[in-house]
């Protein structure tokens, strides 16, 4: 534990040095955030500011990844085959998420890649991550740890299609969470820190080091995305933590306790889901004034950063909780 947090700590420092010729870089390349005709008001604002500063996250977690495990091969000739899948998750789905991101910038301004081309990449992603973590990682078994249970339980391969679920939902759960300064990042940290505490319980060496290097590099980013935001994560990054995060999840055996760690996410995709449903089903009601969530708040007069704090707290809380259930 003590070399993962530190390896947090230089993983922050070092994205720090380079979050700011980051932010030069896109703005000379005219990455610039394009808002939402529909989407609230006060966020036109936001207009222009550089919109993939995901980049900054996913490369340091690559790069400080890589160069640990290259060290644990020359000193112990191991491999931490453990951390392969869900860097692989984290690389792909920041591959996508990028595409996505510049189509929003050059091809179709504010939107980006269509939703239903997306869903069907960010599946075709998670249907290889189960794969490799059902067959090869968990050696043909699906494991399954249930609150107050003190056995795994096995369900068989079912777990293949239970993990496209859960990989691809948490990628678009954290995706539709990117949308206020700050929030994103925090939420997406305090997940990694809980399922880190998780794995370390559970003797998961590597894995405890790939979720406390991705809570530096998140604290980094969040750095330069603190109110009024100098760069936003991006799909390139939200989808990407995301997706990762989905796989962690798998690897600890603890996929049942996600939706509590993960409460924000879900909640704010849930209100999503919840608001197309609706309004198709009455012919144009909304269940809320706006979608995602935070937005609907924002609507009902609450301040960005009063949001954004108020998720911080619950986030944590959650993660707390979930440590808690899987302790029992």
């Given at each position: 534990?003590a070399?993962?947090?530190?390896?947090g700590?230089v993983?922050?420092?070092m994205a720090?040095i380079?979050g700011?010729?980051?932010?030069?870089?896109?703005?000379?390349?005219r990455?610039?955030k394009?808002?939402?005709?529909?989407?609230?008001?006060?966020?036109?604002?936001?207009?222009?500011?550089p919109?993939?500063?995901?980049?900054?996250?996913?490369?340091?977690?690559?790069?400080?990844s890589?160069?640990?495990?290259?060290?644990?091969?020359v000193?112990?000739?191991?491999?931490?085959?453990?951390?392969?899948?869900?860097?692989?998750?984290?690389?792909?789905?920041?591959?996508l998420?990028?595409?996505?991101?510049?189509?929003?910038?050059?091809?179709?301004?504010?939107e980006?890649?269509?939703?239903?081309?997306?869903i069907?990449?960010?599946?075709?992603?998670?249907?290889?991550a189960?794969?490799f973590?059902?067959?090869?990682?968990?050696?043909r078994?699906?494991?399954?740890?249930?609150?107050?249970i003190p056995v795994?339980?096995?369900?068989?391969v079912?777990?293949?299609?239970v993990?496209?679920?859960?990989?691809?939902?948490?990628?678009?759960?954290?995706?539709?969470?990117?949308?206020?300064d700050?929030?994103?990042?925090?939420?997406?940290?305090?997940?990694?820190?809980?399922?880190?505490?998780?794995?370390?319980?559970?003797?998961?060496?590597?894995?405890?080091i790939?979720?406390?290097?991705?809570v530096?590099?998140?604290?980094?980013?969040?750095?330069?995305n603190?109110?009024?935001?100098?760069?936003?994560?991006?799909d390139?990054?939200?989808q990407a933590l995301?997706?990762?995060?989905?796989v962690?999840?798998l690897?600890?055996?603890?996929?049942?306790?996600?939706?509590?760690?993960?409460a924000v996410p879900m909640?704010?995709?849930?209100?999503?889901?919840?608001?197309?449903l609706?309004f198709?089903r009455?012919?144009?009601?909304?269940?809320?004034k706006?979608?995602?969530?935070?937005?609907h708040?924002?609507?009902?007069g609450?301040s960005?950063?009063?949001?954004?704090?108020?998720?911080w707290?619950?986030?944590?809380?959650?993660?707390?909780?979930?440590?808690a259930?899987?302790?029992?």
């Amino acid at each position: 534990m003590a070399f993962a947090l530190t390896l947090g700590g230089v993983t922050f420092l070092m994205a720090v040095i380079w979050g700011s010729p980051l932010i030069e870089f896109m703005r000379r390349m005219r990455m610039g955030k394009q808002i939402r005709i529909d989407g609230p008001q006060t966020h036109l604002a936001k207009m222009g500011t550089p919109a993939m500063g995901g980049i900054l996250i996913v490369g340091w977690i690559v790069l400080i990844s890589v160069v640990v495990n290259i060290v644990q091969i020359v000193q112990a000739l191991e491999i931490a085959e453990s951390v392969a899948v869900p860097l692989g998750v984290l690389v792909a789905y920041s591959i996508l998420g990028g595409i996505d991101d510049y189509q929003g910038f050059r091809l179709r301004p504010g939107e980006g890649m269509r939703a239903r081309v997306k869903i069907l990449f960010q599946l075709g992603i998670a249907l290889v991550a189960a794969v490799f973590l059902y067959w090869l990682v968990n050696g043909r078994n699906g494991w399954m740890a249930v609150p107050t249970i003190p056995v795994l339980l096995d369900i068989g391969v079912f777990y293949i299609p239970v993990a496209v679920i859960i990989i691809a939902g948490t990628a678009n759960a954290v995706n539709i969470t990117d949308g206020l300064d700050g929030l994103a990042g925090v939420i997406a940290a305090a997940a990694f820190i809980a399922y880190g505490i998780i794995a370390f319980l559970q003797d998961q060496q590597f894995l405890v080091i790939l979720c406390f290097i991705t809570v530096g590099a998140c604290f980094a980013f969040l750095w330069f995305n603190a109110k009024p935001a100098q760069m936003f994560m991006g799909d390139v990054g939200s989808q990407a933590l995301g997706g990762m995060l989905g796989v962690v999840a798998l690897m600890t055996n603890q996929w049942l306790i996600l939706p509590v760690i993960a409460a924000v996410p879900m909640a704010t995709m849930l209100s999503t889901t919840l608001q197309v449903l609706y309004f198709k089903r009455t012919g144009g009601k909304r269940l809320f004034k706006m979608a995602p969530l935070h937005h609907h708040f924002e609507l009902i007069g609450w301040s960005e950063t009063q949001i954004v704090q108020r998720y911080w707290l619950i986030g944590i809380l959650a993660g707390m909780l979930g440590v808690a259930l899987a302790l029992v």
